[in-house]
């Protein structure tokens, strides 16, 4: 799979620098997080790409039967090809550490990779992620780190479904962060901060 398997933006870093992955909403493209990726961590590489799935004329990255039902086998595909997309850019820009940033679809496709391909994202941020099934648990040791952000009252991610996505990520040894907010399916300031300290070994701008 090429580095421009999907449409996408890219700022390139320099060489040896971390890489970041920005992965938009439903309805989202790739501008949705560019410049929010490139403000965060301004020597890193960020790649944005267009979700390659479109319901209803909304991008997605991958299919999904109905509200909060999935179509796995699409998103197995979509797993297998993103993660095909990460491993020929981090190649391509000699990237040191894989990032990855994403929200609600976005951070969907992003938690999945973290589960079905361990030691690919070194640290991922999951916004209001909805992940609907119990996934497999890990055969080997990879570790990573998680920081998961959720608002008390999405009507689209339930808070036990986000504690339950937590609780999966820490039975697999890695190092998560929750960060609350009283609201629903939309990004508060605070989260911000919460992106900010989590990316801050990583050469972001706390």
Known sequence: ??????????????PGSPILFVFHGTGGDENQFFDFGSRLLPGATVVSPRGDVSEHG???????????VYDCDDLARATERMGEFIAANRER???????GLGFSNGANILANIMIEKPGLIEAGVLMHPLIPFQP???KVAEKA???ITAGERDPICPVPMTLELADYFKRQGDAVTLEWHTGGHEIRPNEI?????????YGGQA
């Open 58 to 68: 909304a991008a997605r990255f991958f299919r999904r039967k109905a509200e909060g």
């Open 93 to 99: 820009y000699e990237s040191s550490t894989v990032l």
């Open 145 to 147: 780190h998680v920081l």
């Open 193 to 201: 901060e919460a992106i900010k300290t989590f990316l801050a070994p």
């Open 136 to 138: 497999a648990e890990r």
């Open 1 to 14: 799979m090429s580095y421009d398997s999907y449409l996408h933006r890219v700022r390139p870093g320099a």
